[in-house]
Nanobody, 126 residues
Framework: QVQLVESGGGLVQAGGSLRLSCAASGRTFSAPAMGWFRQPAGKERDFVAAIRGIGGITYYADSVKGRFTISRDNIKNTVSLELNILKPEDTAVYYC???????????????????WGQGTQVTVSS
């Protein structure tokens, strides 16, 4: 079984920055892609960003382009999300996710991901 554990959430003022990390553990695992999703209180879960394991191709939601940066370390089996110029509307629980098999498309579709972390809260005050 693969476990994903997020860290790095917290409270920050608008305009500030945070760095989220996600570590994969368990059986030897190199996910073809990993991603971040977020869920504001009382709302649905939304795609934030994803990164392929080979080539490092990245995908971003329009709402975070230019502000957030996703990266991964394939040796350490970790994925990170750098959050800059944070806005109050970025407040949410952020989840790390990983796929088990290669995806040709649909990196923004949470139903295509096989493993999920427990989430970490990000709160941006105005």
């Amino acid at each position: 079984q693969v476990q994903l554990v997020e860290s790095g959430g917290g409270l920050v003022q608008a305009g500030g920055s945070l760095r989220l990390s996600c570590a994969a553990s368990g059986r030897t695992f190199s996910a073809p892609a990993m991603g971040w999703f977020r869920q504001p209180a009382g709302k649905e879960r939304d795609f934030v960003a994803a990164i392929r394991g080979i080539g490092g191709i990245t995908y971003y939601a329009d709402s975070v382009k230019g502000r957030f940066t996703i990266s991964r370390d394939n040796i350490k089996n970790t994925v990170s999300l750098e959050l800059n110029i944070l806005k109050p509307e970025d407040t949410a629980v952020y989840y790390c996710a990983a796929v088990r098999k290669y995806l040709a498309y649909g990196y923004d579709d949470g139903s295509r991901y096989d493993y999920w972390g427990q989430g970490t809260q990000v709160t941006v005050s105005s």
